[in-house]
């Protein structure tokens, strides 16, 4: 017999708000809004309820959770280095075999779009609020 764990709650919460980060501080720095609403229509990332099913197990929702924080360490990293292309793709491919669906290269992320004259998106969190 071979005990396995669910995944909780809070591990879900936890993906939910990974991939909001990435969709509103990574990728409005390497595509333009029209790109990432492409990117929303394709479900990359999509984190509904019946992803989640895929993602059965306790181990697999850290194991999920762990390659979208080492693909955002790596986006976010003062130097975009060739020699984290592999763990790059090593961690893209885990979350395609879990059904996120990310179809990226680490070259499409070699050149911040944006970055230089920090654009707006309508994706980005904005810098100010005004509390009424």
Request: aromatic share 14%; proline share 3%.
């Amino acid at each position: 017999m071979k005990i396995v764990f669910a995944s909780i709650p809070s591990q879900e919460q936890e993906i939910c708000k990974l991939v909001r980060y990435i969709y509103a501080n990574i990728f409005p720095l390497y595509f333009t809004d029209d790109e990432i609403a492409q990117f929303e229509r394709l479900q990359v990332l999509d984190s509904s309820k019946k992803k989640f099913e895929e993602i059965g197990t306790l181990k697999d929702a850290f194991q999920v959770m762990t390659s979208i924080q080492t693909i955002i360490s790596i986006l976010e990293s003062s130097q975009l280095n060739e020699q984290y292309a592999d763990l790059f793709n090593r961690n893209v491919a885990y979350l395609n075999d879990f059904g996120l669906f990310f179809p990226f290269e680490f070259e499409q992320f070699a050149d911040p779009k944006n970055i230089n004259n920090m654009m707006l998106s309508i994706y980005s969190k904005a810098d100010n609020e005004l509390l009424i």
